[in-house]
């Protein structure tokens, strides 16, 4: 099985930070490999897909990088509605989620 | 507008059964792939089955936890994705998502990725003695 890790657990920020956060898969999983906000109380979104494209009305400020088993979520300049856990999600063979990483108020 | 509904959630006793219901509307539900994933309380999210498009032969695939005991389904003239979940286990309370299971290419065109793009609200299945 391929296992799929998240760092860091949790991150402190304050509006306008830039910020980064990384997701490492045990094997390669080429671009296979979306990224997922999820605020208390609500369903995920979707915010990138295939490892580097933007979703439909996701802000530009969010981006994703990366392929083989190193990838990463950058949001450029953080927003008060980014607070929030973020997933990345496999999606070779069978689906699989990360652990996440909350990002909250410094 | 794309909606998702999910329904049929409740509370039920271990070795007990539970059907969850998702209403769709919005898409063409008869040619889009959909799954289940689920959410323990305070905990991430576990992907629990997907089921094909008819066309694309209608079968249903189960993450290992659930094998033998969840059973996806779909009725395309009701618009209707189920997940019918027997012999519950405490570890099975969970808020339950469908979402539409569809791919795209990457920006290199080289590999067509799966994605979950559309969530419905949850429907939360409690398992408690």
């Known amino acids: 099985d391929i296992q799929m890790t998240q760092s860091p657990s949790s991150l402190s920020a304050s509006v306008g930070d830039r910020v980064t956060m990384t997701c490492r898969a045990s094997q390669s999983i080429n671009t296979y490999l979306n990224w997922y906000q999820q605020k208390p109380g609500k369903a995920p979104k979707l915010l990138i897909y295939a490892a580097s494209s933007l979703q439909s009305g996701v802000p530009s400020r969010f981006s994703g990088s990366g392929s083989g088993t190193d990838f990463t979520l950058t949001i450029s300049s953080l927003q008060p509605e980014d607070f929030a856990t973020y997933y990345c999600q496999k999606s070779y063979i069978t689906p699989s989620f990360g652990p996440g990483t909350k990002v909250d108020i410094k | 507008e794309v909606q998702l509904v999910e329904s049929g959630g409740g509370s039920v006793k271990p070795g007990g059964s539970l059907r969850l219901s998702c209403a769709v509307s919005g898409f063409n539900f008869t040619k889009t792939w959909m799954s289940w994933v689920r959410q323990a309380p305070g905990k991430g999210l576990e992907w629990v089955g997907r089921?094909?498009?008819?066309?694309?032969?209608?079968?249903?695939d189960h993450a290992a936890p659930v094998k033998g005991r969840f059973t996806i389904s779909r009725d395309d003239s009701k618009n209707t994705l189920y997940l019918q979940m027997n012999s519950l286990k405490i570890e099975d309370t969970a808020v339950y998502y469908c979402?539409?299971?569809?791919?795209?290419?990457?920006?290199?065109?080289?590999?067509?990725?799966?994605?979950?793009?559309?969530w419905g609200q949850g429907a939360l299945a409690t398992v408690s003695s």
């Open positions: 089921i094909r498009s008819k066309s694309d032969g209608g079968t249903a």
């Open positions: 979402t539409t299971d569809r791919a795209a290419y990457d920006n290199r065109g080289h590999y067509y990725v799966p994605f979950f793009d559309y």
